[in-house]
Structure formats: structure tokens, C-alpha cells
């Protein structure tokens, strides 16, 4: 879905930094600005006119599709601003008119900004995360497990585009599960060697927890936002239809659409996660 043209990139980075506007970033703005959107090391600001100088950093980026993601999606974020969810919705509207000549739009699902494809009947579609097998190794050390990794989330779009729709969200569910037990053996030593502590204050062993808990626990590490645990709750509740029981009496039909509101989600877990948690070296 991405890079952007230059011209997109030059509309963009005008928004963003909204000289004369109500919401006009100043030049100490936008270096942090790029780092909370986990660009690291963010470039430094080298003092030239702002909106050349963005547009010069997302031509530079373009092919960094996860940057230029975290960043359209930051701008979009309510927790970047005092005022909320007002401002948040100013930027996303005006961005959305300059990307929409390239087919794409920043929506809002359970309150979280994720970066979509304008389908034919103009709604936003979700796909799985671009370039994983970049993004991966920059969060998790471990070759082998990124690319079992890479293996569940290939899997999970041959189920999609057979029509396997049960068999996707499952292995959706498996590769959030996956990446989230990785990140936990890797970067929190007291879970490796404790496990983690349910809500009721029963401890599991790291590998009898389930893909909950560790929701819950990547929360409470401040690795993801709220919305965006609540937001991945529904992966989740599908996920459990693994179960043929637990299917029966949900009583919902699985498509093509729910498959592709679980990859939202996703790309929000995996935005809050390179925005959170530093790069392996």
C-alpha cells in the first residue's frame, strides 16, 4: 500500500506541521515528534523550513513502510495531543483527504488510528502488516522463533485468500500469541523465570499462558496502549474458535471481513510495540 509519491509526501508533511494553523508544530516538535512515532534514531532537525525538511525525512523513509505507517497513525492518535480525540480527528480528516489519491485512509477502529486500503465499495480494508520479515528481527533476537513467526502469519493469508476463514483467525490469533511469548522471554527476566500472574492472582508457567494474559500483561508494561489491548480483544474471542464448541455458541458467521477487522488490530499491536520497545541491537 505504500510509499507514498512525492508530491503525497510533501501534502502530508504540510498537515502535519500546519504552519499558520491552530495546531502549528514548531521546529523542536518535530524531532520528538518522530521519535514517539518510533522512528529511532529519529533524524535531527537541522534547521531548515519545516515542511521541506518532513517531506525530505518521509522520501528518505519511504521504503520503510512501518515508519511512514507509525507516523500517519501517530498524528491521528488522541494521546498525541492535550486536547484528545478533537485534535486527533482534525489531522485525520485532512490527511485522509491527501491520501486518498493514493487509495489509502487512516480509520478508527475501537478508538485506534490503523492505516487501511479504500476497497472498491470505498470502506477500509486491513491486510497483514507490511515487510514483517524486516520489522521482526528488530523486536525479537531470536532467528528461529521470527521465522516461526513469519511461518504463522504466511499461513494465516493462505487461509485468507482460500477462504479458510476459521483457520486464518486462528492463525492470527497463534502469531499475536507467538510474538507476544517471544518479546516476554526476551526482554522481562522475572516472567522467564516466574511466569505471569492472571488477574485473580494465579501464577502460570510461561508456556501454559495464554494469548489474555500476555494482552494483559504487555498493558501493564506500558508496551501497548489501552484501546489498542481492548482493540486486540477480538482477535482474541475468535481466536478461541480453535474450539469447535466455542464456535457453535458464539453463533457468528466468519468472512472475508472478519478476518480482515483481526489484521487491524494487529497492525495496531505491532505499531505500539515498535513504538515502545527499543530495537534489538
Known amino acids: 500500500m505504500l510509499p507514498l509519491d512525492d508530491r503525497t509526501a510533501e501534502r502530508v508533511a504540510a498537515v502535519i506541521v500546519d504552519v499558520g494553523g491552530p495546531y502549528e508544530?514548531?521546529?523542536?516538535?518535530?524531532?520528538?515528534?518522530?521519535?514517539?512515532?518510533?522512528?529511532?534514531?529519529?533524524?535531527?532537525?537541522?534547521g531548515t523550513p519545516r515542511v521541506p525538511w518532513l517531506t525530505e525525512q518521509l522520501i528518505e523513509n519511504r521504503d520503510d513502510h512501518a515508519r511512514i505507517e507509525r507516523l500517519l497513525c501517530r498524528v491521528c492518535d488522541p494521546v498525541e495531543y492535550d486536547d484528545g480525540r478533537v485534535i486527533a480527528e482534525q489531522?485525520?480528516?485532512?490527511?485522509?483527504?491527501k491520501l486518498d489519491a493514493e487509495g489509502l485512509v487512516i480509520s478508527l477502529v475501537d478508538?485506534?488510528?490503523?492505516?487501511?486500503?479504500?476497497?472498491?465499495?470505498?470502506?477500509?480494508?486491513?491486510?497483514?502488516?507490511?515487510?514483517?520479515?524486516?520489522?521482526?528481527?528488530?523486536?525479537?533476537?531470536?532467528?528461529?522463533?521470527?521465522?516461526?513467526?513469519?511461518?504463522?502469519?504466511?499461513?494465516?493469508?493462505?487461509?485468507?485468500?482460500?477462504?479458510?476463514?476459521t483457520m486464518a483467525i486462528i492463525g492470527i490469533g497463534s502469531f499475536v500469541e507467538g510474538l507476544l511469548y517471544s518479546l516476554f522471554m526476551e526482554r522481562d527476566e522475572k516472567i522467564r523465570e516466574e511466569g505471569f500472574i492472571g488477574t485473580t492472582g494465579r501464577k502460570f508457567k510461561p508456556d501454559k499462558a495464554?494469548?489474555?494474559?500476555?494482552?494483559?500483561?504487555?498493558?501493564?508494561?506500558?508496551?501497548?496502549?489501552?484501546?489498542?489491548?481492548?482493540?486486540?480483544?477480538?482477535?482474541?474471542?475468535?481466536?478461541?474458535?480453535?474450539?469447535p464448541a466455542a464456535e457453535l455458541r458464539g453463533g457468528v458467521t466468519l468472512d472475508d471481513d472478519t478476518v480482515m477487522m483481526c489484521w487491524a488490530p494487529v497492525r495496531a499491536l505491532l505499531n505500539d510495540l515498535e513504538e515502545h520497545l527499543p530495537a534489538v541491537s
Open 25 to 46: 508544530r514548531k521546529s523542536y516538535e518535530l524531532e520528538p515528534l518522530l521519535r514517539r512515532a518510533g522512528w529511532t534514531p529519529a533524524p535531527e532537525y537541522d
Open 91 to 97: 489531522f485525520r480528516e485532512q490527511l485522509n483527504e
Open 111 to 165: 478508538g485506534r488510528p490503523v492505516l487501511g486500503e479504500v476497497g472498491a465499495d470505498g470502506a477500509a480494508h486491513y491486510s497483514a502488516p507490511e515487510n514483517l520479515a524486516a520489522r521482526l528481527p528488530l523486536l525479537i533476537a531470536d532467528a528461529t522463533a521470527v521465522d516461526r513467526l513469519l511461518n504463522r502469519a504466511r499461513e494465516a493469508e493462505l487461509c485468507e485468500q482460500a477462504g479458510a476463514h
Open 210 to 243: 495464554g494469548l489474555q494474559i500476555m494482552l494483559d500483561t504487555a498493558h501493564e508494561r506500558d508496551w501497548v496502549q489501552s484501546d489498542a489491548k481492548n482493540f486486540a480483544d477480538h482477535v482474541v474471542e475468535f481466536r478461541n474458535f480453535v474450539h
